[in-house]
């Protein structure tokens, strides 16, 4: 059985960091990719980040590039995600997921099969 359990969110200004971590079990962690997805209220759950099983190439969303790191740590079992520069807009409800390995790394929550349960970041202004 997968499971996925995302860790490290909270309150923060803007301008700061936080990051997340996701804990995976279940699952042969170094051959699949993953992905950080978020959720605001009354709003589609959107693409933040991905990191490729193989090479791990790394995608981000324009809305965070430059700002966001997503890293992993295969023998940890462990994805992460290093949020600098935090703006109000980030808040969200933030998931991690797995996804079958492919040349293309997916943005569509669709093609994750494997999701945690969240970790709520909130920005204040």
């Known amino acids: 059985q997968v499971q996925l359990l995302e860790s490290g969110g909270g309150l923060v200004q803007a301008g700061g960091s936080l990051r997340l971590s996701c804990a995976a079990s279940?699952?042969?962690?170094?051959?699949?990719?993953w992905g950080w997805f978020r959720q605001a209220p009354e709003k589609e759950r959107e693409f933040v980040a991905g990191?490729?099983?193989?090479?791990?190439?790394?995608s981000y969303a324009d809305s965070v590039k430059g700002r966001f790191v997503i890293s992993r740590d295969n023998a940890k079992n462990t994805l992460y995600l290093q949020m600098n520069s935090l703006k109000p807009e980030d808040t969200a409800v933030y998931f991690c997921?797995?996804?079958?390995?492919?040349?293309?790394?997916?943005?569509?929550?669709?093609?994750?099969?494997?999701w945690g349960q969240g970790t709520q970041v909130t920005v204040s202004s």
């Open positions: 997921a797995s996804t079958s390995p492919s040349m293309i790394l997916s943005r569509l929550p669709s093609e994750y099969d494997y």
């Open positions: 990191i490729r099983w193989i090479g791990s190439t790394t």
């Open positions: 279940g699952r042969t962690f170094s051959r699949y990719s």
